[in-house]
Structures are given as C-alpha cells and as structure tokens.
C-alpha cells in the first residue's frame, strides 16, 4: 500500500494505494469535518486546488446526519461527490474536547452530544463500525486525547487503555470489512500514539503499536497546548521507533512552518482546519508571509493576494475586490478566502515533495520555515 520512493536525511518521498486513489506524500489533507468544507468549497473545488485527501469526522458525522443514513446513500464518496481518497477520524478528540459530561470505562466513553444532549456511547467497536459505514479509505484508531498537561501517572494509564483500544479497533475493522454489505472493504486502520510530553511513554507505546503490523501509524495528542519546540521533540524521540515502510500522520497540525519541520523530521501526512479557518477571517498565506486582507493598506491594492499564485482566486480577484466583499460582509469573502489558502497548503506540499525529490529540502526549509508563518 506505501511504498518510499526516496529520502532526504528524515524527510520522505512516497506514495500510498487506497481504493479510491493514489496519495503522493507527503500531504495534507483538507478538513471537511462534517462532509465539506467551511466556506464554502465542493468537491469539485477541491479537485481545482488540487486536493488529494478530504478529512471528515467520525463524531460529526455520526450525530448528524448519522452514519447509517451515509450508508444507504452510498458511503462518504458517494455522498459528497468526492471521488479521491477520504480519511476519518475516530471522533475521540471531538469526544474529549466538545462533550460535557464524560465517563471513561475500559468498554469506551458515555457522553452527551453537543447538538442535542441525547446520551451516546463509543468505543472501539462503534468508532470502527461508524467508519465502515462511512467507507472511507483511511480509518483512525479510537484513542484518548489527554490535555496537556496532565499527571504522569494519568498519561501512562490512558496510553495503555488506548493500546487495548487499538487491537480491539483492529479486530473489529477486520470483521466489518469481511461483510457483503461493507461500503469500503479495502478500508485500513492507522493506530495512533499518545502519551502526552513525556518521551519515555510515547517510545514504549510507539514500540508496542508498531509490533501490531498496522497500514499506518499517527503521532496524536500534539498541537494542544505544549510548545512548537516541545511538540517537535515528540517527533524526533517516536520516529525512529515508527516502522519505515509505513506512512506516518502528525495529527492536527499546523502552521507552514510546522508542517515544514514535520516533514524534516520524518512525517508524511498532515492535516489543519487553520488555512480554511484563517481564511474565513481574512488572514491569507503567501510565499512571503501572512497577510491580513482587511487591512486598510489593500483598500485600492490591484494585485492579486500573491503575485506567485496561480491559484483561481488569484489568477482573477485584486486584493482590493477581496478586502471590499470582507467589509461588505459578503458570503464570496470567505469562498474566495478559503479556496486560495487551501491551494496554498496544497501547493506547498508539492513544492516539499519536488525538494525532495531534487534533493533540496534543505535549502528549501532554511528558506521557508520561518517567512511562511511571519505575519507581514
């Protein structure tokens, strides 16, 4: 399913088969939680900028409009028109960061719903047969997200009970996807590592996810609280125990910079609502930084958002136009917004992988890391 076309010292060029497609790494996927994009973007403004992944949730999915209705229409794919490659996640940091009252058992989590109150319950065996019936390509493992930060001896106890999870979700996507009536039977599980900041409890639990011979491994539970600098010697102590002919997925995460790090330390899928949700308030990514289009200072500007754009939005709108329909509090603002951040991520990506690929990454992360999340 992955296969490693070359490195970079830690940096990884690969390509990965789903059902629905092949996945050139690395890459980030764009955040569609509950089946589309915040401002606005269909699927087939996902083909025009060039997306190779849609995310959506497990959890938003499966209280509204439920899960076993995507099913009768077909799955996730038929449903929003998206033919590519589709990952979901397993709803447990939804569960631990929207619901209310929470009670956490070895079977799973009771807890209200955000949308209405009404009590549900989720384990790995939901979690797993909520994902079949989405029919995604790529199933994340129903974990725990513990706060940062949190007691040690908490943070040891969850990363065990998230172990025990994650053979149970193994077993049970298995059985789901041996079913005639299966949506997506070449679905695959990727397991995720927890342990909060504590190195020594991330190595020992990656070592003990890995010897499970999964399609993939994530790095989970980052980007919540610690710092850039703390969550990037997360990465360096759990990569070198992560099987290398498996992609690795850094959850959550983040800024350009971040992602530029990321990919310098070993990590090949990624994935952020910050470009969409950026975007919806004006903060737009260019090649020399971060702009904010409201900005009085683009009142009568006629270039594009970033003249090294190609993008729709730039190859057609002035940064004056965009500031205007912001102030006009129009509707196309966000649309316009989220599609040119969005082709920006994408673009960046391609970009990493032709470093890669030329043997540049280098010199391409000494330039970009830190001009691509300066604020100009």
């Not at 949730?57 to 409009?65: E, K």
């Not at 058992?105 to 909520?130: A, L, T, Y």
């Amino acid at each position: 399913m992955f296969k490693l076309i070359k490195k970079e010292n830690k940096a990884r060029l690969g390509i990965m088969e789903t059902p629905h497609g092949t996945i050139q790494t690395p890459v980030f996927m764009n955040v569609g939680t509950q089946g589309a994009i915040k401002g606005a973007l269909s699927a087939v403004d996902l083909e025009r900028i060039n997306c190779q992944v849609e995310l959506s949730n497990t959890y938003h999915l499966h209280v509204r409009p439920s899960d076993e209705l995507i099913k009768k229409m077909g799955g996730l794919h038929t449903f929003m028109t998206w033919e590519h490659p589709i990952l979901t996640d397993s709803g447990g940091f939804q569960i631990f960061s929207l619901a209310g009252l929470r009670k956490i058992k070895e079977e799973g989590v009771s807890f209200n719903s955000h949308i209405d109150g009404r009590k549900i319950f989720m384990g790995p065996e939901e979690s797993m047969r909520i994902q079949s019936n989405l029919g995604s390509d790529i199933a994340m493992a129903f974990d725990e997200c513990v706060k940062i930060p949190s007691p040690r001896e908490y943070v040891e106890k969850s990363a065990d009970r998230t172990y025990r999870w994650l053979q149970r979700c193994a077993a049970a996507l298995k059985e789901y996807n041996s079913r005639d009536d299966a949506v997506n039977p070449g679905q695959v599980l990727f397991g995720i590592n927890q342990g909060a900041v504590f190195k020594d409890i991330r190595i020992e639990h990656m070592k003990k996810i890995a010897e499970l011979g999964l399609p993939g491994y994530a790095i989970g539970g980052l980007a919540v609280g610690e710092t850039h600098q703390e969550m990037y010697d997360i990465i360096e102590a759990v990569e070198e125990h992560m099987p290398q002919d498996r992609p690795r997925y850094l959850m959550g995460v983040g800024t350009p910079g971040n992602i530029i790090e990321g990919v310098y330390r070993g990590v090949d899928f990624f994935d952020c609502v910050m470009p969409a949700r950026n975007g919806r308030h004006g903060h737009l990514f260019t090649w020399d930084g971060i702009i904010n289009i409201k900005n009085e200072k683009y009142a009568e500007d006629s270039e594009p958002i970033d003249v090294q754009c190609s993008c729709p939005v730039c190859s057609r709108y002035s940064r004056a136009y965009l500031r205007h329909l912001f102030k006009a509090e129009e509707m196309l603002a966000m649309r316009l917004s989220v599609m040119h951040n969005l082709y920006f991520y994408n673009g960046l990506m391609a970009r990493i992988r032709d470093s890669i690929r030329n043997d540049s990454f280098a010199e391409f992360r000494a330039r970009y890391s830190a001009l691509l999340d300066t604020r100009i």
